[in-house]
């Protein structure tokens, strides 16, 4: 019993090196010049641990989103709300500070993927930020803040904040992304706040 957990830890470690190292080569290089192998060797482990691990890069590249969600989840979980509003703000700057944590060139990596796959995973339903943050507007929408459809409201202020994403990478990550995305979010709020 004790050795499958040891061998549960040390295969999570060992994705989690996997995953590390992949993004530390996409901040240096273009994705399409990192191979496997590179990723393999920079994390000193086999080719056939790598896809023990993973379908390929485009899968580690969701891998990272999946993260991105879990980190965010227990983010969530831990703080202490002030209200809807308020929580739609901390849903976009925490959204934020993970490109710039991640670094402009590893997010156009993130970006450039998934324009060239066929299921976009950044746009899925599903993920823990597109779940909160319609939570979060119907809670506004309910408390009378905002008026409107929170799902279309969800997909328009996503849109926003990947377009600001997008032009921080043009803009050589020149200006502080977090307090762009709260600025520009809020101009969207207010065309759908009440009175």
């Given at each position: 019993?004790a050795?499958t957990?040891?061998?549960?830890?040390?295969?999570?470690?060992t994705?989690?090196?996997?995953?590390?190292?992949a993004?530390?080569?996409?901040?240096?290089?273009p994705y399409?010049q990192?191979?496997v192998k590179?990723?393999?060797?920079?994390?000193?482990?086999?080719v056939?641990?790598?896809?023990?691990?993973?379908?390929?890069?485009?899968?580690?590249l969701d891998?990272?989103?999946?993260?991105?969600?879990q980190q965010?989840e227990?983010?969530?979980?831990?703080?202490?709300?002030?209200?809807?509003?308020?929580?739609?703000?901390?849903l976009i700057?925490?959204?934020?500070?993970s490109?710039?944590?991640?670094?402009?060139?590893?997010?156009?990596q993130?970006?450039?993927?998934q324009?060239?796959?066929d299921h976009?995973?950044?746009?899925?339903a599903?993920?823990?930020l597109?779940?909160?943050l319609i939570?979060?507007?119907?809670?506004?929408i309910?408390?009378?803040?905002l008026?409107g459809d929170?799902?279309a409201?969800?997909?328009e202020i996503l849109c926003?904040?990947?377009?600001?994403?997008?032009?921080w990478?043009?803009?050589?990550?020149?200006?502080?992304?977090?307090?762009?995305?709260?600025?520009?979010?809020d101009?969207?709020?207010?065309?759908?706040?009440?009175g």
């Open positions: 019993m050795e957990g040891k061998r549960a830890l040390q295969a999570r470690e994705k989690r090196a996997i995953f590390k190292c993004l530390d080569l996409f901040a240096e290089h399409e990192v191979s590179d990723i393999c060797d920079a994390a000193g482990v086999s056939g641990a790598f896809y023990h691990h993973f379908e390929g890069k485009d899968n580690l891998e990272g989103y999946r993260v991105f969600d965010l227990q983010d969530w979980d831990a703080r202490e709300t002030t209200g809807a509003i308020e929580d739609i703000h901390f700057d925490h959204q934020m500070r490109m710039e944590a991640m670094g402009g060139f590893a997010a156009a993130y970006f450039k993927n324009l060239s796959v976009s995973y950044m746009l899925d599903h993920r823990v597109n779940i909160k939570e979060s507007l119907r809670r506004a309910g408390d009378g803040l008026a929170p799902d409201i969800a997909e926003v904040t990947r377009g600001i994403i997008y032009d990478n043009l803009h050589g990550h020149d200006y502080d992304l977090v307090a762009r995305g709260r600025h520009l979010v101009i969207l709020l207010e065309h759908y706040r009440l």
